[in-house]
């Protein structure tokens, strides 16, 4: 079993940042991926971004260039910065955690952008 805990998100003013964190314990195996998805409103959850256990990333179109993933493999924690905020990233974002075969997820935190 793997419990991720998210912490960071909240309201911010369009053109601001946040950075999301989400801290995995339990049975954790060398190699994983680390996902943040999110779904707002009245829409389907969509991938926003990973990482993999060995430093490899990629983006959603719609993030490139003001969303960064990191990761601290000594800590279990994955960050997700956002910067530039849009109102339409306001939705509530999770975080999935994949090792061993097997998938977890966060319980979600909420982002809001809006004046």
């Known amino acids: 079993q793997v419990q991720l805990v998210e912490s960071g998100g909240g309201l911010v003013q369009p053109g601001g940042s946040l950075r999301l964190s989400c801290a995995a314990s339990?049975?954790?195996?060398?190699?994983?991926?680390m996902d943040w998805y999110r779904q707002a409103p009245g829409k389907q959850r969509e991938l926003v971004a990973f990482i993999t256990s060995s430093g490899s990333t990629n983006y959603a179109d719609s993030v490139k260039g003001r969303f960064t993933i990191s990761g601290d493999n000594a800590k279990n924690t994955v960050y997700l910065q956002m910067n530039s905020l849009k109102p339409e990233d306001t939705a509530v974002y999770y975080c999935?955690?994949?090792?061993?075969?097997?998938?977890?997820w966060g319980q979600g935190t909420q982002v809001t952008v809006s004046s």
């Open positions: 339990g049975s954790i195996f060398s190699f994983y991926v």
């Open positions: 999935k955690h994949t090792t061993g075969g097997k998938s977890y």
